[in-house]
């Protein structure tokens, strides 16, 4: 069996998530009924992570193994041809057959788009969090690398199915921090890895500082904010 490594993006508006769910459309689910019509029988893909309903990513990496000898190559191609096209594979590469796309992982990261401007563009509006209400920016783009260091970042999490196993919450964010770009606010965090929800969770805490709500003095200070929707987050990179 050879191991494939692939670097994919989709628009994951129109996909229950990540993960393999019954009777629903995922991207997990996607890939492997392609691939199975490519290798002939049932193929597992591993992703480095579970992005949620509705989240996009710009360049997720995951792997499977294939007995099909055809070459990387003409396995991207095969797959972009069948692949719906809010799917695309932008790279494919045979490597060892121990790697796995999640526990080899170095550092992600995620950016977090919200449109400021009063009117929302059309065209816009399926990839940001239209925002246009008074925000101390200031006050946003200060809280912003609180985050950052090796925290419990328990309560920015939802509650994930793993919980049941008592792994540790604590995370390392090597950096974060706020920009405005026109009419687009953006937060972008590099981490370790990341708890379910829990990019949307440290948005939704930021807008809650930059509305006054929230005081940012410190990270033991802070209290999670709402969740923000989905549509404005995108898996930007990972890092081997």
């Given at each position: ?12 508006t ?5 993960q393999?769910?019954?009777?629903l ?20 893909v ?7 309903a ?40 045979e ?34 969090y ?6 101390d920016?200031?006050r ?13 970042f ?10 049941r ?29 990341f708890?379910?929800h ?8 930021l807008?809650?500082i930059?509305?006054?709500n929230?005081?940012?003095?410190s ?20 890092e081997?």
């Amino acid at each position: 069996m050879r191991r494939i490594k692939i670097t994919l993006a989709y628009d994951g508006t129109d996909y229950h998530g990540w993960q393999v769910q019954p009777a629903l459309s995922t991207i997990q689910g996607t890939l492997q009924d392609v691939l199975g019509e490519i290798e002939g029988q049932p193929v597992h893909v591993e992703g480095s992570g579970r992005t949620d309903a509705g989240v996009h990513a710009l360049a997720q990496v995951a792997a499977f193994s294939l007995s099909n000898p055809i070459p990387p190559e003409n396995l991207k191609r095969a797959m972009n041809r069948l692949l719906p096209g809010a799917i695309r594979i932008f790279a494919a590469e045979e490597v060892d057959a121990a790697f796995n796309p999640r526990y080899d992982a170095r550092a992600k990261t995620y950016e977090y788009r919200i449109f400021r401007g009063e009117v929302c563009p059309p065209i816009e509006r399926r990839y940001v969090y239209h925002y246009p209400y008074p925000l101390d920016l200031v006050r946003l783009f200060d809280a912003a690398p609180l985050f950052a260091g090796e925290h419990d970042f328990s309560a920015f999490a939802a509650a994930d199915d793993r919980d049941r196993e008592g792994a540790s919450k604590v995370r390392t964010i090597f950096s974060s921090r706020a920009e405005l770009a026109g009419d687009r606010l953006l937060y972008r965090v590099r981490g370790s890895g990341f708890l379910k929800h829990m990019v949307r969770n440290l948005v939704g805490t930021l807008l809650e500082i930059g509305k006054g709500n929230l005081a940012a003095d410190s990270f033991e200070a802070l209290k999670s904010g709402p969740t923000a929707p989905a549509r404005g987050l995108f898996l930007e990179d990972v890092e081997y």
